[in-house]
């Protein structure tokens, strides 16, 4: 009998179709961030168990468009830019767990397949979404990363618009928010493939960043708007006052997560 090979489905004797590779994963990437507060329930709501609100400010979310370049150890990818390069949009919101303070993704949207099955990994809610922002660029028409640039950014998926926003530069920070600022603490969900026997994997995990570097962040005045769709339900995350926002440059790496505990969250 052959064996086949592969960090990730389809598994094949030399390993050379899997959608994604082995970690560690590296990602080089521009970060809009807008930061704003919505009604606290709403948040609790969308936190399964054993996770909690955030004691302080719980209606506090961030809403996150990523241009991305990512790559394996190889960094093969780089070369080969269809197989690294995607986008996605991510609203974040923190919780606690024992005490400890964590952020929590609750709703993405990507743009890419190999991005999709990175989230199952991971324990990301990714979905298939349009996302684009405005990129930076020292000439021509484009915004350079300075007072006074703006730059735009919309979300869809299913055909339906999801969200739009204006950044607009003021000065550089001390840093690009305080929601998306802790340790992830996410669920891996998989039915069983028996009807009725509930989940076949239930595992709360934290994770974070291997390695991390950024450049200058930059805050600014956002203009956010989001919209209703049949299957969607971002839009109940209502802005009620924003908070700020900001744009970064940062250089992370990705490689894996430890397991807080199995079979606690009663999700169906």
């Not at 899997?18 to 930061?35: C, F, H, K, N, R």
Request: include cysteine; proline fraction near 9%.
């Amino acid at each position: 009998m052959s064996s086949v090979r592969g960090f990730f489905p389809p598994k094949t004797a030399t390993g050379r179709s899997a959608l994604v590779p082995q970690p560690p994963w590296y990602y080089s990437g521009d970060l809009l961030t807008i930061e704003y507060r919505t009604h606290p329930e709403r948040v609790a709501a969308l936190l399964p168990e054993p996770l909690r609100p955030a004691e302080s400010d719980p209606g506090a979310v961030a809403i996150i468009w990523a241009d991305w370049q990512s790559c394996s150890a190889s960094r093969e990818e780089l070369l080969d830019p269809v197989r690294g390069q995607y986008k996605e949009c991510f609203v974040v919101a923190r919780c606690t767990y024992r005490g400890r303070t964590y952020s929590r993704c609750l709703y993405i949207w990507v743009d890419r397949d190999f991005a999709i099955a990175r989230g199952i990994h991971q324990g990301y809610p990714k979905k298939l979404g349009s996302i684009h922002l405005t990129r930076p660029h020292p000439y021509g028409p484009a915004p350079r990363i300075a007072a006074g640039a703006t730059f735009g950014a919309t979300l869809a998926a299913a055909d339906r618009r999801l969200a739009e926003a204006v950044v607009t530069l003021r000065a550089p920070a001390a840093g690009n928010g305080f929601v998306n600022g802790h340790p992830m603490a996410h669920h891996r969900w998989l039915p069983s493939i028996e009807p009725g026997k509930g989940l076949a994997l239930d595992e709360l995990v934290s994770s974070g960043a291997a390695s991390f570097e950024g450049g200058t962040p930059w805050a600014g005045d956002a203009e956010l708007r989001l919209f209703s769709a049949p299957t969607e339900e971002l839009a109940e995350l209502e802005v009620l006052e924003p908070i700020g926002a900001y744009y970064r440059q940062v250089g992370v790496s990705w490689n894996g997560g430890l397991v807080l505990e199995r079979g606690t969250s009663g999700a169906d």
